[in-house]
């Protein structure tokens, strides 16, 4: 079994999660909350903005020059591919996606998350230690759009299905490099090592996880030492 694979397999039950979870099942259903869709677009748009600068990071630590250009390309795609997919969802409340994103928000699930990426980035030479952390975004999303557009109880009437029309085709190419990119960065790395790569591709997962959540409750920041609001 591939490293890559080996990763895969491991996740399988967070993914479950995810899929099973308030935010996927409402998006299914086409009845996610006005509040939960401005929440994840707002954090998303902070996210996909550090992942952007993160891809510039990787670019010193590659190479071949092929992925050198695959990262240049996928930097545009973030910026500006994933807008559709934004877009769609702001189509579902009737409000404008420029308008919903001019309110900024940094949750602290997604400050976690972000955080998680760049500290791999900074302590780590080896690039499979970032792609590690960052290769979940893509790999859940597509996971989890094929499966919506096989379930019978997805809502073909709203436009929630475009999100999920989108992230079930356009993350495969991204989910092949990085995948292609981990087997061939961990061929020489020792079993320590691999497990730590295999603990930042499962914490990241978690974190897909609770950034879904986090959009679903309005997650909030709050310094009066209890539970966040």
Not at 59 to 74: A, C, G, H, N, T
Not at 90 to 118: L, Q, R, T
Request: glycine share 2%.
């Amino acid at each position: 079994m591939s490293f890559s694979k080996e990763l895969r397999v491991a996740a399988e039950p967070i993914i479950e999660d995810i899929y099973n979870d308030g935010f996927i099942q409402d998006l299914l259903h086409g009845e996610l909350s006005k509040q939960a869709v401005r929440q994840y677009l707002r954090a998303d748009a902070s996210y996909l903005k550090e992942f952007a600068n993160l891809y510039a990071l990787l670019i010193p630590k590659m190479s071949e020059l092929e992925d050198v250009k695959f990262l240049v390309d996928q930097i545009e795609f973030m910026l500006e591919g994933e807008v559709a997919a934004h877009e769609s969802l702001a189509a579902f409340i009737n409000e404008p996606y420029d308008e919903i994103v001019k309110e900024k928000v940094w949750p602290p699930s997604g400050d976690h998350y972000i955080k998680h990426m760049y500290y791999n980035a900074y302590a780590h030479e080896n690039a499979a230690y970032t792609i590690a952390a960052m290769a979940p975004c893509p790999y859940v999303y597509a996971v989890i759009a094929k499966r919506a557009m096989q379930d019978q109880n997805l809502n073909r009437d709203e436009k929630t299905v475009d999100w999920f029309e989108f992230y079930s085709t356009e993350m495969d190419e991204l989910v092949r490099v990085f995948d292609d990119l981990m087997d061939r960065l961990t061929q020489q790395c020792t079993e320590n090592e691999k497990n730590e790569i295999k603990e930042n591709f499962l914490q990241s997962t978690l974190h897909e996880r609770n950034f879904f959540n986090m959009a679903y409750i309005d997650e909030k920041w709050n310094y009066r030492g209890d539970k966040y609001e």
